[in-house]
């Protein structure tokens, strides 16, 4: 098996892989290992594949974030994943901890973001830059001057839970791009894709896969501070 790198779900078409926070999807100018390398050498590995491996990327999480990376095996996979995507029939959950005890038991967010360079930031209404982001959230449990949320976002912007979430006042815990006062041990953020459904590509059946946030770097890290309720959630 790749290292650091856990298979969820394998098939001929589709391979789901736990993503840990701090490692690229796809490369950059770091030249970092990524996920997206790990996997083809996963695969290479594994089925003694001469040459070139087929892996396509059809989403993304960012680096600091762990969880759920859905890959396809074939270009008939990636291609109708693609799609699903763009029609944003792909059902994503993340599990989030946030600064403070967040008031309301659940709502949706509604925002206007706009790109600059490596950030993303909410502005007052539409523009030729700003894209609407909607996303819905639940409190799953408070304590110690944090609060563990699920978060489903309807759209898929640029950063858009992390900003989000800081403009209620609420930042993803070790988000100090968005307003976290401090980072993590590990210098990742308390965000993680939990779940994603998607209809298979070849077959009339949603396959969904899932993970619980890994442990904590250091002992009662924000994760850790919701371990009982994040292992019944799941």
Known sequence: MARNLRILYEDNH?????????????????????????????????????????????????RPVSGVLLFARTSKAASRLAKEFHARRVDKTYLAVVLGHVEDDGGELVSWLERVRNRSRAVTGPSKDAKQAVLTYRVLDRRDGFSLLEVKPATGRHHQIRVQLAGIS??????????????????????????????????????????????DARSGGPWDRFR???????
Do not use: C, W
């Open 14 to 62: 589709l391979l789901g892989v736990l993503k840990p926070g701090g490692l690229l999807t796809q490369g950059d100018r770091t030249g970092d290992d990524t996920a997206l390398a790990m996997a083809k050498r996963y695969i290479k590995d594994k089925y003694k594949r001469p040459g070139n491996v087929f892996i396509g990327l059809v989403h993304r999480i960012d």
């Open 170 to 215: 609420h930042p993803v815990a070790g988000d100090m791009k968005y307003g976290a006062p401090e980072p993590l041990a590990d210098k990742t953020i308390a965000l993680h894709a939990a779940r994603i459904a998607v209809k298979h590509p070849t077959r009339d059946e949603t396959v969904t896969v899932e993970s619980a946030p890994p442990a």
């Open 228 to 234: 009982t309720t994040i292992d019944s959630y799941f």
